[in-house]
Antibody
Framework: EVQLVESGGGLVQPGRSLRLSCIVS????????MSWVRQAPGKGLEWVGF??????????EYAASVKGRFTISRDDSKSIAYLQMNSLKTEDTAVYYC???????????????WGQGALVTVSS | DIQMTQSPSSLSASVGDRVTITCRAS??????LNWYQQKPGKAPKLLIY???TLQSGVPSRFSGSGSGTDFTLTISSLQPEDFSTYYC?????????FGQGTKVEIK
């Protein structure tokens, strides 16, 4: 059974840092890209960023709202994806989901498995 | 950035109704369009990927169509468990983007 479990959320002051972890099981982690998606309270889904598998270069992409402040990384030996969040702002308050990014035959990405989410609250 | 516009933002329907949700992209995204269902307090669930491919385990009353800029999610006969919020998502360009969501409520 595929499982993704986020941890590391909590209350943090503006300007501080926090790191989320996404521990996965039930599939070969190294063979997949991973993405982070967030949802502010009462709002819709917002794509945060993406890390490709090593086979596709392991490169990262970010939303403009977090570029330069957030960093996505992966440890294939531990089957963990990370979201390092620096210089946090009150508008970063959200539930953060990690997702598995599968590829279809046409090379299109889609998010077929999601974690339960980790709440990050940025407030003084 | 590619903007995804869903319509309607919300709708009221009855069990057994046929429901159609539309997603329009601000530029051509080929068939790089996915649909998710989200219930309150839960993570989204993948329904359709690559515009029209039904995810394994998803009931066949869900279907997707479209290519280019215009896409549709159809529920052929609405069931009680389908009352949720639905999101489209494009993975064609960076940044990837979601529609604003369509809330399907009980009439």
């Amino acid at each position: 059974e595929v499982q993704l479990v986020e941890s590391g959320g909590g209350l943090v002051q503006p300007g501080r840092s926090l790191r989320l972890s996404c521990i996965v099981s039930g599939f070969t982690f190294g063979g997949y890209g991973m993405s982070w998606v967030r949802q502010a309270p009462g709002k819709g889904l917002e794509w945060v960023g993406f890390i490709k598998s090593k086979a596709f270069g392991g490169t990262t992409e970010y939303a403009a709202s977090v570029k330069g402040r957030f960093t996505i990384s992966r440890d294939d030996s531990k089957s963990i994806a990370y979201l390092q969040m620096n210089s946090l702002k009150t508008e970063d308050t959200a539930v953060y989901y990690c997702t598995r990014a599968a590829l279809d035959d046409g090379g299109r990405y889609y998010f077929d498995h999601w974690g339960q989410g980790a709440l990050v609250t940025v407030s003084s | 950035d590619i903007q995804m516009t869903q319509s309607p933002s919300s709708l009221s329907a009855s069990v057994g109704d046929r429901v159609t949700i539309t997603c329009r992209a601000s530029q051509n995204i080929d068939r790089d369009l996915n649909w998710y269902q989200q219930k309150p307090g839960k993570a989204p669930k993948l329904l359709i990927y690559a515009a029209s491919t039904l995810q394994s385990g998803v009931p066949s009353r869900f279907s997707g169509s479209g290519s280019g800029t215009d896409f549709t999610l159809t529920i052929s006969s609405l069931q009680p468990e389908d009352f949720s919020t639905y999101y489209c998502h494009q993975s064609y360009g960076t940044p990837q983007t979601f529609g604003q969501g369509t809330k399907v409520e009980i009439k």
